[in-house]
Structure formats: C-alpha cells, structure tokens
C-alpha cells in the first residue's frame, strides 16, 4: 500500500480519495498521537482552517468531529492561511492545528495537513504512527470527556493580520502594489495587512465562491497579475495560491520575479543587516542554479534539501538557520514564522524595495537564471522512476551532454501522479530539447495505459 501522506499532508480528490470518513478517522487518529504526552489534567485544544474550496466545510467539520470524539476541544477559525493556522497553533499554544487545503491544486482536489504543538509541520515518523492508528478500535470518552467544538473565527483573523504587519518596521507609503489573491484563503487577509503597512493596495481575484480557487490566477497563473500591475502602474504586484504559503511576484514592467529570486534579495538583506545565520540560505534540488552561483558571489552559501517546505524547515531547525524556501515561493522566515507565508513575503520583499530605495526589478537581476525547462509527465508509474535502468541510463547520457553548464532532475510528484522532469542548460533551445527527450523516455518506459 503506499504512504498516505505526500509531501504537504493528505491530498486528493475531495469526496472520492479525501473523504469525510477519512478525514473523521484522521482526525481521531492524529488528536491520540499529538496528545499523547499531555500532561495529566491537562484538557487538549486544537485550532482549525481551511480555504474556500466548496469541499472544505465538509472535510474541516469531519476533522473537528474526530478531534472532539477524542476529547479535544477545537477551535474552528474557518477560512484562514495555512501560515495563519500555524502562527495561531503557536501563538495560543494549542495542542496542534489542522488545515483543509490542496494549496495550488485545482477546486476538485482537497487536503488535510496537521500542524504539531508550536506551530510546525508533522515529521514522517508521527505522519506514520498517525496512519497506523486508522480504523484501530479503541476506548473514546464519554460524557463530559466529548471536546467541544466553537467559531472564533473574527478573532483569528485580526490576530494574525496584527502579526503580520508587526512583521516589518518600514512604512509602505510610497508603494503601490496589485494583490492576486487566488479566490483563495487570503482573500481578505493580504489586502488588509498590505494597507495597514501603509501600501496603496489594487486587488484582484478576491472574490471566492468556492469553485474559482487557483483558476486562472494566482501564483499558477500569473498573467492576470503581469497585465494588471502594468496596467495600473504599480511599483510591482504579487500573487498567492490557494492556501497563501506561497508567494511570486511581478516587476513594474510585467515580468514574473520567481521564488529563487525573491529568496536571493531576502538573504542578501538579511546579510547586509547581520541577521543571516551562519550566511547560509536553504534551498531546494529543484532551486535554479543560477541562484546558487548568485549567492556564491555575493558570500552566501547554500544548503540544498529535497523537495518540500517542509525539508527545508527541518535543514533550517537542525543547522540554525534563518531563511529557506523553494523556487515555487514558499519562502520561510523563521524570525517571523514557522512555515512558508505567501503574505508576509509579501510585506517583507515590499519592505526591501522601500528600504534600499531600488525596484524590484534590479533588486531581482542579482539572480541570472539558466534557461531551465520543467515538463510534468503525467499517467506515469512514478514509483518506478528511481529503479528503472533504462530511464537511469537516458539521464546519464543527458548529465554527459550537458556538462558542467546544465545540470538533470527527475522528481515523482508527492501529489499527483506524474514525473517531473527538470533540465537545466546553457540555452533555452538545449534544455527544452534535453527535457523533451527525457519526457518522451519517462513516458515510453512508465506509462500506465
């Protein structure tokens, strides 16, 4: 059987793979293994959210059923950020927190992911002992030992907007920014904290119904974004998916500025104020190289992780760092959260345009990106892709061609059933055809049909 869980929690298809059974069972399972050192007396308290998929309401009363079955008393916050979650997990010292949500995913989709005590994702080994309790039969309280399950979801939402704008100490008066707000969970809460920090703030996509999520917007979909920032003549505009954990951005000219570059103005920040741990920033495989060969000029190393906010949390926690994240945009800064916020990304890239007095846009030309080609290969056995010889061999000859000037990835999804096939290269022309005949041997040789 494969592992229940991906990379980011559970996901799938809301009401055929992600279930309202599944997600009263989770529920249950995780409120055993994340209270299982509670101290006597103590009554256990979760906090819950989700994002605007019509699917969530379903999916987050099952989840809080399961938790309060197994005498957890929960707070459902309704529609929040997945990073508002966490800060809230943390900040209320609660005994972990849940969010329904399949992030970038299209509306059919939907997800589970928990949160442990102090606000950070689960690692595999309690995701493990999570998913061996399911369906396990055992003593649930009765009577006045049932959790109680009530709304404070004003609350949140004010508390978490606070937060963020305490983030940073720089005014935003001189800017004017276009917020994509992918009909998603930061609908309400980006533009807010973006004009309290003082920004004139255009917004766009920030009308959910629980069908529009991530469609043709947001951080998948930039172009909406490109059009409008130049269209009102902002000084640079940003986009979220739909839980808001990630965040891109668009220069005053319309051209997209990718999470490897706003990390790489970030680190350069954080240097230049001596708040860069150990000069180090964390990075994944999937991080273009020309990031990598910025940072190396600028005295900046890199440690790179698989692929996964998540990973790059841990590398961050174990060696003391203070700012990691994927090209995707997460991006985490652990002074200010526990996870990646598309949000606060947001207010602090806007806070390093004010404070070094430049654009985005040469604030982003630190990172030259190699041309890098990405084709997903979908209907693939994605298991098998790190066993077939075949395929091992066609990677080989390609790293051989490309030298010291390119570089190969191939990565299974954790979500979806497909390969990704990464090439990086001297020319846009050489790696789309690198990557073209890397697809076409994944297809051949994993195919499911």
Same mark, same amino acid.
């Given at each position: 059987m494969p592992r229940l869980f991906g990379t980011d929690g559970v996901r799938g298809l809301a009401n055929k793979e992600v279930t309202a059974n599944l997600a009263l069972s989770l529920g249950d399972a995780a409120a055993r293994v994340l209270t299982k050192e509670t101290a006597p007396g103590h009554r256990p308290h979760a906090v819950i959210a989700r994002d605007t998929r019509v699917s969530g309401a379903m999916l987050a009363q099952a989840v809080a059923a399961g938790l309060a079955s197994a005498g957890i008393d929960v707070d459902h916050v309704d529609v929040l950020p997945t990073p508002g979650l966490a800060f809230l997990t943390a900040d209320d010292d609660v005994d972990l927190g849940v969010v329904i949500s399949a992030s970038h995913n299209p509306m059919q989709d939907n997800g589970i992911k928990f949160f442990a005590r102090g606000g950070f994702k689960l690692e595999d080994s309690l995701e493990d002992e999570i998913e061996a309790l399911l369906g396990k039969n055992w003593t649930r309280p009765t009577g006045e030992g049932v959790g109680m399950i009530t709304s404070a979801t004003q609350q949140a939402d004010e508390a978490y907007i606070r937060h963020l704008v305490g983030?940073?100490?720089?005014?935003?008066?001189?800017?004017?920014?276009?917020?994509? @707000?992918?009909?998603?969970?930061?609908?309400?809460?980006?533009?807010?904290?973006?004009?309290?920090?003082?920004? +004139?703030?255009?917004? =766009?996509?920030?009308?959910?119904?629980?069908?529009?999520?991530?469609?043709? @917007?947001?951080?998948?979909?930039? #172009?909406?974004?490109?059009?409008?920032?130049?269209?009102?003549?902002?000084?640079?505009?940003?986009?979220?998916?739909?839980?808001?954990? *990630? @965040?891109?951005?668009?220069?005053?000219?319309?051209?997209?500025?990718?999470?490897?570059?706003?990390?790489?103005?970030?680190? =350069?920040?954080?240097?230049?104020?001596?708040?860069?741990?150990?000069?180090? $920033?964390?990075?994944?495989?999937?991080?273009? $190289?020309?990031?990598?060969?910025?940072?190396?000029?600028?005295?900046?190393?890199?440690?790179?992780?698989?692929?996964?906010?998540?990973?790059?949390?841990?590398?961050?926690?174990?060696?003391?760092?203070?700012?990691?994240?994927? +090209?995707?945009?997460?991006?985490?800064?652990?002074?200010?959260?526990?996870?990646?916020?598309?949000?606060?990304?947001?207010?602090?890239?806007? #806070? *390093?345009?004010? *404070?070094?007095?430049?654009?985005?846009?040469?604030?982003?030309?630190?990172?030259? *990106?190699?041309? +890098?080609?990405?084709?997903?290969?979908?209907?693939?056995?994605?298991?098998?892709?790190?066993?077939?010889?075949?395929?091992?061999?066609?990677?080989?000859?390609?790293?051989?061609?490309?030298?010291?000037?390119?570089?190969?990835?191939?990565?299974?999804?954790?979500?979806?059933?497909?390969?990704?096939?990464?090439?990086?290269?001297?020319?846009?022309?050489?790696?789309?055809?690198?990557?073209g005949e890397l697809a076409g041997v994944v297809k051949e040789r994993l195919s499911l049909s």
């Open positions: 983030s940073i100490s720089t005014p935003l008066d001189s800017l004017k920014i276009v917020v994509d @707000c992918a009909n998603g969970a930061t609908s309400a809460v980006a533009p807010e904290a973006l004009r309290r920090a003082g920004a +004139q703030v255009v917004v =766009i996509n920030a009308e959910p119904d629980g069908y529009n999520i991530n469609l043709h @917007c947001g951080s998948t979909h930039p #172009e909406q974004l490109q059009s409008a920032v130049v269209e009102h003549g902002a000084d640079f505009g940003v986009a979220f998916d739909g839980d808001a954990d *990630r @965040c891109l951005a668009v220069d005053a000219q319309g051209t997209l500025v990718d999470g490897d570059q706003i990390m790489g103005m970030l680190a =350069i920040a954080l240097k230049e104020e001596g708040k860069l741990e150990h000069n180090t $920033l964390v990075v994944t495989v999937m991080s273009n $190289l020309g990031l990598i060969l910025a940072m190396n000029a600028e005295g900046i190393e890199t440690v790179q992780t698989g692929v996964g906010d998540r990973y790059v949390l841990e590398a961050m926690r174990a060696g003391g760092f203070v700012l990691g994240g994927e +090209q995707s945009g997460h991006i985490i800064s652990l002074e200010h959260a526990t996870t990646g916020d598309g949000t606060l990304t947001s207010l602090l890239l806007a #806070e *390093r345009v004010v *404070r070094s007095g430049k654009p985005l846009a040469e604030l982003a030309s630190v990172v030259t *990106r190699l041309p +890098q080609t990405l084709i997903n290969v979908p209907n693939v056995d994605k298991r098998a892709a790190a066993k077939d010889t075949g395929l091992a061999e066609a990677v080989a000859a390609a790293e051989l061609k490309l030298g010291a000037t390119g570089r190969v990835l191939l990565r299974p999804s954790g979500t979806e059933p497909l390969v990704r096939v990464m090439v990086e290269a001297a020319t846009q022309e050489e790696a789309d055809a690198v990557a």
